[in-house]
């Protein structure tokens, strides 16, 4: 069933997958107010002050400070450590169903989603139009469902997903986090950590898909939206095309970033899609392969089980 408007969007993958690019498109295209990483604002925007996408410090922000309450503010420790608590499947689950052996789990998580619903609640207040999280965390998504309860709206479910050679590849160069004021550094990863976050990644994605079966997911390849030039097949009120890209600005889109790629502040003059230079890959790569196959499996399933075309209303539409 087609949506007649989404109000959420709400992008799932792992890190270093392009998601922040698809993110500043979606913005692009739908009118929508870019958050990046919500999951982080407790953290990364209230206790450390990171540089929101605006381009201005979060406590400057006018856009977060008007969303921001005072109590969110006192307590934003307390509601990361929930946040990092609940980030972890074991304890998520064991608070949704177990709660007669995990009551105080059961608890944290019933105050951890008060919270959220009325963090959600002051961002709808705040923007005009749709939003999109890009917080990725396939578990946060239940949680910001729970919070959401009936009133979770047309939430669709951007799934990307890059190629799992060239995230392994990413993962093991550590990049600086320039929003961060103390420039902190990115993780990086050896080969089998990262074929490991990969492969769970993955596999969360899909679980995500099966366990929301009544929403609407899409799923996007982050390589052929690079090999089609930024060409991306929309169903604008249940007619498919495709739309192009071309050239995304950062002033073109109401960008509030909250955590993001590190390039990100050096997307101002433009950030265009293009297909990457063609490199071949080592014997060592090709053999990374092998421990890859279970998740190149079950993006496969994710892939088949997604829609292949992004929904939007044509009131929302803009074009680029």
């Given at each position: 069933?087609?949506?007649?408007?989404?109000?959420?969007?709400?992008?799932?993958?792992a890190?270093?997958?392009?998601?922040?690019i698809?993110?500043?498109?979606?913005?692009?295209?739908?009118?929508?107010?870019?958050?990046?990483?919500?999951?982080?604002?407790?953290?990364?925007?209230?206790?450390?002050?990171?540089?929101?996408?605006?381009?201005?410090?979060?406590?400057?922000?006018?856009?977060?400070?008007?969303?921001?309450t005072?109590?969110?503010?006192?307590?934003?420790?307390?509601?990361?450590?929930?946040r990092?608590?609940?980030?972890?499947?074991?304890?998520?689950?064991?608070?949704?169903?177990?709660?007669?052996?995990?009551?105080?789990?059961?608890?944290?998580?019933?105050?951890?989603?008060?919270?959220?619903?009325?963090?959600y609640?002051?961002?709808?207040?705040?923007?005009?139009?749709?939003?999109?999280?890009?917080?990725?965390?396939?578990?946060?998504?239940?949680?910001?469902?729970?919070?959401?309860?009936?009133?979770?709206?047309?939430?669709?479910?951007?799934?990307?997903?890059?190629?799992?050679?060239?995230?392994?590849?990413?993962?093991?160069?550590?990049?600086?986090?320039?929003?961060?004021?103390?420039?902190?550094?990115?993780?990086?990863y050896?080969a089998?950590?990262?074929?490991?976050?990969?492969?769970?990644?993955?596999?969360?994605?899909?679980?995500?898909?099966?366990?929301?079966?009544?929403?609407?997911?899409?799923?996007?390849?982050?390589?052929?939206?690079?090999?089609?030039?930024?060409?991306?097949s929309?169903?604008?009120?249940?007619?498919?095309?495709?739309?192009?890209?071309?050239?995304?600005?950062?002033d073109?889109?109401?960008?509030?970033?909250?955590?993001g790629?590190?390039?990100?502040?050096?997307?101002?003059?433009?950030?265009?899609?293009?297909?990457?230079?063609?490199?071949?890959?080592?014997?060592?790569?090709?053999?990374?392969?092998?421990?890859?196959?279970?998740?190149?499996?079950a993006?496969?399933?994710?892939?088949?089980?997604?829609?292949?075309?992004?929904?939007i209303?044509?009131?929302?539409s803009?074009?680029?």
């Amino acid at each position: 069933m087609e949506p007649a408007v989404t109000s959420r969007y709400f992008i799932l993958g792992a890190s270093r997958s392009g998601s922040s690019i698809v993110e500043l498109a979606l913005a692009d295209l739908t009118s929508a107010t870019a958050l990046g990483e919500v999951r982080w604002v407790y953290k990364r925007g209230i206790q450390d002050n990171d540089i929101c996408g605006c381009g201005q410090d979060f406590a400057d922000c006018d856009f977060w400070q008007g969303t921001i309450t005072e109590d969110v503010r006192e307590n934003a420790k307390d509601l990361d450590h929930l946040r990092a608590t609940f980030d972890n499947p074991l304890k998520l689950f064991a608070a949704k169903y177990g709660a007669v052996i995990a009551p105080r789990l059961a608890k944290d998580y019933s105050a951890y989603t008060a919270e959220l619903r009325r963090l959600y609640a002051s961002i709808d207040a705040a923007c005009d139009g749709p939003i999109i999280d890009n917080s990725k965390r396939p578990y946060y998504s239940i949680a910001v469902a729970d919070a959401l309860c009936t009133d979770v709206g047309n939430l669709v479910f951007v799934h990307v997903v890059r190629n799992s050679i060239d995230v392994v590849r990413s993962w093991a160069n550590s990049k600086v986090r320039e929003e961060s004021q103390s420039k902190e550094m990115m993780p990086s990863y050896c080969a089998a950590k990262a074929i490991v976050f990969w492969t769970i990644y993955v596999f969360s994605q899909l679980l995500i898909r099966l366990y929301f079966l009544r929403k609407s997911h899409f799923y996007l390849s982050f390589d052929d939206l690079k090999a089609a030039s930024g060409q991306l097949s929309v169903s604008i009120d249940g007619v498919t095309q495709d739309v192009a890209l071309g050239e995304m600005y950062l002033d073109k889109v109401d960008y509030h970033s909250v955590s993001g790629n590190p390039d990100r502040s050096r997307w101002a003059g433009g950030v265009s899609v293009r297909p990457s230079k063609a490199r071949s890959k080592t014997i060592k790569e090709w053999i990374w392969y092998i421990p890859l196959s279970p998740a190149l499996l079950a993006n496969a399933v994710l892939k088949a089980l997604c829609r292949s075309s992004l929904p939007i209303s044509s009131g929302a539409s803009q074009g680029s």
